[in-house]
């Protein structure tokens, strides 16, 4: 007889769990997957989009780390459970205190702040660690000098420091700098010639001091990091008690040595390896972190560990990536986050998205007192258009497993009345300017928000290109985000709890949507003052600006690892090649890759990426240069030619104008002076970048223009003919003022600017002036350049003649 099966389990909701159960939960946790993904791939099964049993496919055959949160949480609550029910049934889970699989050498002080503390012979280097308390004063002062200091970073904080966390290693290294040097607290650790900071098991800091004058300082500095996720965000293993004794171990391997310095310390050992005997083979990822030489950093809203990569690496990086996806970032000293579908590995970028996810986070979680206004969290996002504004937003809700977000999009630009702006909250729809009839729909659309709310959801919703139509949409934002009210026909009413998040469309950062309010032209602070600008920005509560896939200026290296991520993103989600993607195989040629990475600029954004990905031909599962779109198609979203060049660049660079480029280049960088040797555009061939490689391609097209200037023209060396061997000074003079135009043009061309300082960064320079306002040296550099040009021809068998 068949009964229903009843599941009885143990009520274990009365049993308390000790302090510090939660590591070893996690740890279970992690272990519970591992067993099942083993049985599971034993069994045939594979990783998939979705689940099909009927394909052996599923979702979660993926390391523990990148399970979605509600995965995690499954698994978590087993492994608590387990606890509980061993708990329950009489058993003790104890910790093992001052253990550890290692003996540590005599010369090693491993403080608890327990006092107790035997200082080691006074000639002896030391070790000295803590994960617990900072070393009293007077006994580090005893042993300083020969100190070698490890303390976990969250030691420093909790005396004061105020390092961030969780938000972006460039922003928490800075911190930790800038107060060692200047909190009193804790400045006395600079003693130690070398120190040592853990950050969690997620990365080590590594600085050495000095003293300038009386003052002990920072000399140097430099980081690994694990996998580059946040501190904190995908924790491997616990490391209070035996995991911090074991990292401390690794160090005490080679401490004796960096003090008496005979070695240079390797941190990956200690990061990566910590838990075993031996040193890790580990290629070390080492990050040179920017000192300045009174010992404090440069500005720290500045850096960025990406411009510490070489372009070789990044490139690399970049390469990979499309090829192999995340795991290639893994272990490569490169910030990487990645939050639902979200991903990004540009620093501002990262410090904005968890900004927001804690503002979010913590706007759902927040409770109103009664009588208390319930007001909206308004966030604004900014980007390029085609960026990803809303979906970065959209997944950041996603990803903290509220199944209770709902989101919605209204267009800005495309609505014609205060109460169109909100029709399309729950709908996909957009409306279109046209056909708006009266200023009577904000209210239904704040309504619309309002049944949202009714249904016990938060309502996330998006104003696209909000700063549109000259800004007149703001005065009607500004009740709802300062009071969490709206007005319509029928009166005011409580709009409720939600979240307001404001996309830009005609600015590209919030700094360029505010910029107003500090312009030196008093009727454009009027102007933005009298649309309400200031009060609006005044209620936003957090901003992120978008980079999308061109470069914010010249010193933008990570531009080429954003494209990656988006070209990885195109193909691995388009049915014509995500089969090759999925399966490891060769699903992109590298000429389109290569020219895909380092075309100047896209238009339209990411929407002219995904364009021009779209109107491709793909044919057996590979995106190859026959399938690309005509070029008339293409110019609409990049410089067609430039993309043509960055195509074809092999075999340009071993064609007649290629052979032409390098020789100019080489002659440019044999008559340098030493200064400017050191530009990046001094670098040899090989290692040029390639937008210079193409600006030195457009000099030597440029040959035939400039001597038909003087009559004359460059052919293949003619023995029937008199070459001519030198120019008039005439003659170079009226060259050299065309090539100066060609130079002034193409520079024009990438945005550059006057400025009467050159900063490559800003694209700032002194020379895009006419020719009669340059300097004399700077006129002799465009003349030399003409003279060469005889020479240069000769290298590759041509001559210049006279036109009959």
Known sequence: ?????????????????????????????????????????????????????????????????????????????????????LLHSGYEITPVCGKTAVKLPNNVILDNGQGNISLPDKRTPTLWASNSVLPDRELFNSVASRCFLMLDADVLRNNGAMISKS???????????????????????????????????????????????????????????????????????????????AMVAAAARQFTDVVNETKMLQLTPILKNNNVEKESDDEENLIPIPVLEDGNTIDPGTWLIANSKKEKDMHELAVNYIKYGDDSLKGKGFPFLKMGGLKSIDRFEIEGFHNIRNL???????????????????????????????????????????????????????TGSDDELGTAFIKTDTVNVAQTGSDDELGAAFQKVRDIVFEDKLPLVFFDEFDSGELKWLKNFLMPMQVGKFKDASGEHPL??????????????????????????????????NVKGPDFASRIKGTIDIAGPNRRDDSDNAYILRRALLLRSLCEHDERLKENVKAGKNFIDENILRAMLYVPEYKHGVRSMETIFKMSKIENSVWQPSGLPMGNQMS????????TDILLLPIIENSLEGVMAKAIHERFVK??????????????????????????????RSYSEKLALIQCEMTLKDENRKAVTAFTDEEVLRMAEQEHQRWMYEKIEDNWVYAPVRNDRKKHHDCLVEWDKLTEEEQNRDKESVRNMIGILDHVGYGVYRKE
């Open 1 to 85: 007889m068949n009964t229903e099966y009843i599941p009885q389990p143990v009520n274990t909701s009365e049993v308390k769990l000790p302090a510090g159960v939660t590591e070893i939960a996690e740890l279970l946790a992690k272990n519970t997957h591992d067993v099942w993904a083993k049985q599971r791939r034993a069994e045939g099964w594979k990783q998939g989009v979705e689940r099909n049993d009927e394909r052996k496919e599923h979702p979660c055959l993926v390391p523990y780390e990148d399970l979605p949160e509600n995965e995690k949480a499954y698994d978590r609550n087993t492994a608590l459970e387990t606890i509980r029910f």
């Open 167 to 245: 938000i972006s290693w460039e922003r928490s290294v800075m911190n930790l700098i800038w107060q060692l040097n200047n909190n009193t607290a804790i400045s006395y650790l600079l003693k130690a010639p070398h120190i040592l900071i853990p950050f969690e098991d997620d990365a080590v800091v590594y600085l050495k001091t000095g003293k300038l004058g009386n003052k002990h300082i920072i000399k140097s500095a430099s980081m690994v990091l694990a996998d580059g996720s946040c501190e904190g965000t995908q924790r491997r293993k616990p490391l209070s008690g035996n995991g911090f004794v």
């Open 360 to 414: 979010i986070e913590a706007y759902a979680n927040k409770k109103f007192s009664k009588g208390e206004d319930i007001t909206p969290l308004s966030i604004a996002v900014f980007g390029s258009p085609g960026s990803g504004k809303s979906f970065g937003v959209k997944q950041i809700a996603k990803s903290l497993g509220d199944s209770n977000n709902k989101t919605d999009t209204v267009n800005v630009a495309q």
């Open 496 to 529: 409720g709890k939600c979240i307001l998040v404001f996309a830009g469309g005609t600015a590209s950062t919030f700094r360029d949507f505010i910029a107003p309010m500090s312009s030196a032209d008093e009727q454009v602070q009027r102007t933005f003052k």
């Open 636 to 643: 609409v979203h990049l410089d067609d030619r430039k993309f």
């Open 671 to 700: 008559y340098m002076d030493e200064n400017r040797r050191k530009r990046p555009n001094a670098k040899p061939w090989e290692e040029l970048a390639i937008e210079f490689k193409l600006s030195n391609l457009n000099q030597a």
